[in-house]
């Protein structure tokens, strides 16, 4: 059998109850992580923690919001007592708004995509990286989006927080990187999680078509004229925080079918 990536490790992921990140739960354990999982929905969280227990995964869970501060500080507090450190975080939950121009967003929505987007990052990192610096060794992966890179109409809330997580991401990469603790963001596109699914029916209802038009139309735009499949994000993910991979900081990696590119 061949060596398992992350054996032995411990991983932290945050919104590991839909998406990218419960995908990322299954794999990491797969490649033979031990994880400290959260999310705000704690139901959905709790399913996804059941499955991997039955499989054998050793995982810590916790209901928390990744902007604020208290619960973040306990629950990685607790991840370290279980497991005695985080060798590897995904910082992954986030949100999108209702899509609509900057002159109809409210201040209430704009400052909850930061909050939740661009602090829960910020907050986030601020307590997993002492044990890092202080082993000399560590990893941590931002997920922003290829709206952190480039713009995305009736998005600025959205588009301002992840270039907030790119700019987050390189500060502290610069910061840490004498420590040996690599520091990256992944800039995914458009891929079919629900979070997705929630943006191409808002854009459907606003232009009278259903999801599987609205996912064409988006596609349209992208150079492989598809959106990703989450597996394609997550592996991504793998790769950018293997141990082997020990080179790479400070990056904001698009997975974007070319999106970004053209
Ligand atoms: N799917 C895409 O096309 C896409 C593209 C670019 C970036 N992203 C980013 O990928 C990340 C994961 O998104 P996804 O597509 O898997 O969405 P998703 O909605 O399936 O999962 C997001 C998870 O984050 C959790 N969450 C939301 N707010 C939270 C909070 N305040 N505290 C803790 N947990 C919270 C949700 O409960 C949910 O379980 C997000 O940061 C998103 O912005 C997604």
């Known amino acids: 059998m061949a060596e398992r990536r992350f054996e032995g490790q411990v991983v932290q992921i945050t919104g590991a109850a839909s998406g990218f990140g419960a995908l990322a739960a299954d794999l990491f354990a797969e490649q033979g992580a031990k994880l400290v999982l959260s999310d705000l929905n704690s ?76 602090r829960g990052v910020f907050i986030g990192m601020k307590h997993q990286l002492p044990g890092m610096i202080e082993r000399g060794n560590g990893c941590i992966l931002n997920v922003a989006s290829a709206a952190g890179l480039v713009g995305a109409a009736m998005l600025s809330g959205y588009a301002a927080s992840k270039h907030a997580v790119v700019g987050l991401t390189r500060a502290a990469a610069d910061e840490v990187a004498r420590k040996n603790v690599r520091v990256n963001a992944l800039c995914p596109s458009f891929a079919s999680t629900p979070l997705f699914n929630l943006m191409a029916d808002q854009m459907g209802e606003k232009q009278g078509i259903d999801r599987e038009e609205a996912y064409a139309r988006i596609s349209s735009r992208v150079p492989m ?22 080179f790479m900081t400070g990056q904001a990696i698009s997975i974007d079918g070319g999106l970004t590119a053209v």
Not at 68 to 82: C, F
Not at 96 to 101: D, V
Not at 230 to 243: F, K, S, T
Request: hydrophobic share 45%; proline share 3%; aromatic share 4%.
């Open 43 to 118: 139901e959905g969280l709790q399913k996804v923690a059941d499955d991997l227990i039955v499989q054998g995964t050793k995982v810590v869970t916790g209901q928390v919001d990744v902007s604020n501060e208290d619960q973040v500080a306990a629950h990685i507090a607790e991840g370290i007592e279980q497991f005695g450190q985080i060798d590897v975080a995904i910082n992954n939950a986030g949100m999108g708004h209702a899509m609509k121009p900057i002159t109809a967003l409210t201040v209430e929505e704009f400052d909850e995509s930061m909050a939740i987007n661009a």
């Open 225 to 246: 004229r598809r959106v990703a499949k989450p597996e394609e994000v997550v592996q991504a993910m793998l790769w950018a925080c293997d141990p082997a991979n020990s």
